[in-house]
């Protein structure tokens, strides 16, 4: 244990938030959600150990399906095991949560930049002697770090081993993707200068000019005050989205699931401005933030309203394109939300493709024949992907799939696109263009 009280006292608050946040999840909800809340409530807590606890926490979850074996070292070590296969460099609090489970304070190095076999061999070579005999053969397995009935759904390329793509799959999991920014590229070389560079480095998409992501949590605001153009944070998978949609200038879309705009600042970017846009969502307070947002980008095209796509539609109103990011599972994004792969219930996919394929029939209704429907989810189920579309296409023989290009990479789409979480590296997601006879 740490002689210094001051270590010791930000190791106790830790692993109170770890605590706290873990059985937050268990009630299912999110883990950002109640980790902010509870520093948002905690003054005493500097920049410093606000960084080292939020790191804590979202690797606790993201190893979890390892280190929840280990229940004999108690959670101060196995929370700190799990913050050093993720951390860049030692910590005092860390080396303190390893000595309340009788583990030497050097036994694990920092695993920053290694592959998850690699630091699955450095997790079992740590434990050393110290394994119970009712754990000898203890070897952390890929597999364990997503629950199966995932891996069980999840859409496989044809032709892609199956093992060899679970191994992808879970590599990209356990990895934090950058913040991906829409950024004018004139300005790239001067947000870099105005972003630690010690805490935080660029990344350029070579297809997509616009697109530039830092790794970690960059500090924006001096950014936001100096650098002298608008941008917005936007994964870089929806970036490709917006993209995927092909939006022409003087069009009319309706975005129908808006949430906070995103995609209809996306949008409009891609049209120069110069496109109508009904942007709706069934919450007002999302809404709100979409305005603010439209308004410091000074577009003027833009409406919006509260409809819940699911059960209503704008009144005598046909679209150029409609877009659909629907409500989905989520699995896409668990490498930024490690937290929701162990509170996302198995049956969700399944439950969530009755309500996307409504929605997406309900949009379709409201494209001009000629016009464009566009499908997105953040989410790379079989049922909530192929069957989805398979099923509105035999269901509306108006409709039909859209061909064109990835706008990751530029290879040829057949209307579908499918967006891996090792790509940029960013979010998993699916979309489908679809084109009204």
């Not at 799990?82 to 050097?106: I, M, Q, T």
């Not at 036994?107 to 079992?124: D, F, M, S, Y």
């Not at 099923?391 to 706008?407: A, C, D």
Request: net charge positive; with cysteine.
């Amino acid at each position: 244990m740490s002689e210094n009280p001051i270590v010791e006292a930000r190791a106790r608050r830790a692993i109170e938030l770890v605590t706290s946040v873990e059985a937050s999840v268990l009630r299912g909800e999110p883990a950002d959600v109640a980790l902010s809340r509870s520093l948002r409530q905690d003054r005493r807590l500097g920049g410093r150990d606000r960084r080292f606890i939020s790191e804590m926490v979202f690797s606790h979850f993201r190893w979890r399906g390892w280190i929840d074996r280990l229940q004999f070292l108690g959670l101060e070590a196995r929370s700190a095991l799990a913050y050093l296969l993720d951390a860049r460099e030692p910590s005092p609090v860390a080396e303190a949560l390893l000595a309340r489970g009788n583990l030497s304070p050097d036994c694990l190095a920092p695993q920053a930049g290694r592959t998850v076999i690699e630091k699955g061999t450095a997790l079992r070579t740590a434990l050393g002697d110290r394994l119970p005999p009712y754990l000898p053969g203890f070897a952390p397995e890929i597999r364990s770090l997503v629950p199966t009935w995932a891996l069980n759904c999840i859409h496989r390329p044809g032709g892609e081993p199956e093992e060899r793509f679970t191994e992808k799959l879970i590599e990209a999991f356990q990895n934090r993707p950058p913040t991906w920014l829409v950024v004018p590229p004139s300005h790239h070389e001067a947000l870099i200068r105005l972003i630690d560079s010690e805490k935080s480095f660029a990344i350029r998409h070579p297809i997509i000019e616009s697109a530039i992501g830092f790794s970690g949590s960059p500090d924006l605001s001096p950014a936001r005050s100096r650098l002298g153009t608008f941008f917005w944070v936007q994964d870089l998978a929806s970036q490709a989205v917006a993209r995927f949609c092909e939006p022409r200038p003087d069009e009319s879309w309706w975005d129908a699931c808006a949430g906070a705009g995103g995609k209809t600042l996306a949008l409009l970017h891609l049209a120069n401005g110069r496109l109508h846009v009904l942007a709706t969502d069934r919450r007002e307070n999302a809404l709100k933030n979409l305005r603010h947002r439209v308004e410091e980008a000074r577009y003027r095209t833009v409406s919006t309203g509260v409809i819940d796509a699911l059960s209503d539609s704008p009144q005598d109103r046909q679209f150029d394109g409609v877009l659909v990011d629907a409500p989905c599972s989520g699995i896409g994004t668990w490498n930024r939300n490690p937290d929701a792969r162990w509170r996302t219930d198995p049956d969700e996919p399944s439950r969530k493709f009755a309500i996307q394929l409504k929605m997406l029939e309900r949009a379709g209704a409201k494209v001009r024949r000629g016009g464009t429907l566009v499908y997105a989810v953040c989410t790379l189920s079989e049922a909530e992907t192929v069957r989805v579309v398979s099923t509105f296409l035999r269901n509306h023989r108006e409709f039909s799939l859209k061909p064109g290009k990835n706008p990751l990479d530029n290879t040829p789409s057949d209307g579908t696109l499918w967006i891996w979480p090792w790509q940029g590296p960013c979010d998993g997601m699916f979309a489908a263009r679809f084109i009204r006879g």
